[in-house]
Antibody
Framework: QITLKESGPTLVKPTQTLTLTCSFSGFSLTTNGVGVGWVRQSPGKALEWLALIYWNDYKRYIPSLKNRLTISKDISRNMVILTMTDMDPVDTGTYYC????????????WGQGTLVTVSS | QSALTQPRSVSGSPGRSVTISCTGTNSDVGGYDFVSWYQHHPGKAPKIIIFDVTKRPSGVSHRFSGSKSANTASLTISGLQAEDEADYYCCSYAGSYTWVFGGGTTLTVL
């Protein structure tokens, strides 16, 4: 059974760096073709794809946020980490991680999301 | 990279059908046959229900179907059931290994 679970701070201050962790089970990021992505939803707005990392360390970022995002993986702990610098109140929202296979163009299994509020 | 356009809400009676539209551009929906749809019950993990425009993952009801014409994709839910009440999001591949989502549609089963 595939599961993903997001974790991180519920509240960050403006200009701070957000670090989110996606802990997963039921698959491995050492397996060819496997990747994990991050998607967020700010209140009243559309879902927004943020970043992807694949088994071979290939990474992709949404162009508009590329300068603020870093995605990485910790194979030994079955985790994917997303950092976002210079947080702003507009970054408030629910952040989801998802399993993504390289050969497919959709997001397979998702976590339940973690709510992050940016406020002083 | 602008969000795909979906109606904010749709509704239908049990047993009837509803269709949710998802409008993009030639750079996303119209340019690739890689539209996917997700069902989201608030507080739970989103669930993939349609991928590659028309394909259903194993275990997803045949009542869910997808289609596309030009820059608009559609999700049709037939034989509406109370459990179908949820938020629905479309997503399209947008080239260069990037993706764009829709704003979401809330389905109410009357």
């Amino acid at each position: 059974q595939i599961t993903l679970k997001e974790s991180g701070p519920t509240l960050v201050k403006p200009t701070q760096t957000l670090t989110l962790t996606c802990s997963f089970s039921g698959f491995s990021l050492t397996t060819n073709g496997v990747g994990v992505g991050w998607v967020r939803q700010s209140p009243g707005k559309a879902l927004e794809w943020l970043a992807l990392i694949y088994w071979n360390d290939y990474k992709r970022y949404i162009p508009s946020l590329k300068n603020r995002l870093t995605i990485s993986k910790d194979i030994s702990r079955n985790m994917v980490i997303l950092t976002m610098t210079d947080m702003d109140p507009v970054d408030t929202g629910t952040y989801y991680c998802s399993l993504k296979y390289y050969d497919f163009f959709h997001f397979d299994s998702w976590g339940q999301g973690t709510l992050v509020t940016v406020s002083s | 990279q602008s969000a795909l356009t979906q109606p904010r809400s749709v509704s239908g009676s049990p047993g009837r059908s509803v269709t949710i539209s998802c409008t993009g551009t030639n750079s996303d929906v119209g340019g690739y046959d890689f539209v996917s749809w997700y069902q989201h019950h608030p507080g739970k993990a989103p669930k993939i229900i349609i991928f590659d425009v028309t394909k259903r993952p194993s275990g997803v009801s045949h009542r869910f179907s997808g289609s596309k014409s030009a820059n608009t994709a559609s999700l049709t839910i037939s034989g509406l059931q109370a459990e179908d009440e949820a938020d629905y999001y479309c997503c399209s591949y947008a080239g260069s290994y990037t993706w764009v989502f829709g704003g979401g549609t809330t389905l109410t089963v009357l």
